[in-house]
T-cell receptor, first 113, second 111 residues
Framework: DVKVTQSSRYLVKRTGEKVFLECVQDMDHENMFWYRQDPGLGLRLIYFSYDVKMKEKGDIPEGYSVSREKKERFSLILESASTNQTSMYLC????????????FGSGTRLTVV | KNEVEQSPQNLTAQEGEFITINCSYSVGISALHWLQQHPGGGIVSLFMLSSGKKKHGRLIATINIQEKHSSLHITASHPRDSAVYICAVLYSGGGADGLTFGKGTHLIIQP
């Protein structure tokens, strides 16, 4: 089974802290995504990457950055956490080749106080 | 951006009832996904469809490409089916930014 692993299930951080959310997939997928999920708004794309060191802004990139130094790892960075970044964050990976399909991680519920 | 519309937004039913959740989209797609998310949980892919019908246990997903519409059916519903069900599409030639999501259907099955 393809696995997408997010490093933390629950996280509480203070306003102004730098926050790293890590995501690792084990199936050599080219594409990786970071979403946030909020009640009434559904899933919104923050950033995605289609290859190592490549990154593209999604619909709501403000206040976030990403890093993809290795194919299996895609990190989401909150440079200076704010309370409006309290949310559920979901990572996903996707292959267009063999093993075609989306796989989601179990999510990180981040609370910024 | 192209929209994905789901209905109903909320659904409460009694155990054993037949459940239908609908999804419509606006332009051509290469695939449609039905996803399930239990409270506080991650997202699990139930089905990926590009045509016809798929069945897995008590779950059935259908898609009508001409009408740009898909349905997810649950037969003999059970309280453990209570979850948010999300429809998501991969638009044809949509680029590398992946799926477009509906806002989800919050399903509660009461015993």
């Amino acid at each position: 089974d393809v696995k997408v692993t997010q490093s933390s299930r629950y996280l509480v951080k203070r306003t102004g802290e730098k926050v790293f959310l890590e995501c690792v997939q084990d199936m050599d997928h080219e594409n990786m995504f970071w979403y946030r999920q909020d009640p009434g708004l559904g899933l919104r794309l923050i950033y995605f990457s289609y290859d190592v060191k490549m990154k593209e802004k999604g619909d709501i990139p403000e206040g976030y950055s990403v890093s993809r130094e290795k194919k299996e790892r895609f990190s989401l960075i909150l440079e200076s956490a704010s309370t409006n970044q309290t949310s559920m964050y979901l990572c996903a990976s996707f292959s267009t080749g063999e093993g075609y399909g989306y796989t989601f991680g179990s999510g990180t519920r981040l609370t910024v106080v | 951006k192209n929209e994905v519309e789901q209905s109903p937004q909320n659904l409460t039913a009694q155990e054993g009832e037949f459940i239908t959740i609908n999804c419509s989209y606006s332009v051509g797609i290469s695939a449609l996904h039905w996803l399930q998310q239990h409270p506080g949980g991650g997202i699990v892919s139930l089905f990926m469809l590009s045509s016809g019908k798929k069945k897995h246990g008590r779950l059935i997903a259908t898609i009508n490409i001409q009408e740009k519409h898909s349905s997810l059916h649950i037969t003999a519903s059970h309280p453990r089916d209570s979850a948010v069900y999300i429809c998501a599409v991969l638009y044809s030639g949509g680029g590398a930014d992946g799926l477009t999501f509906g806002k989800g259907t919050h399903l509660i099955i009461q015993p």
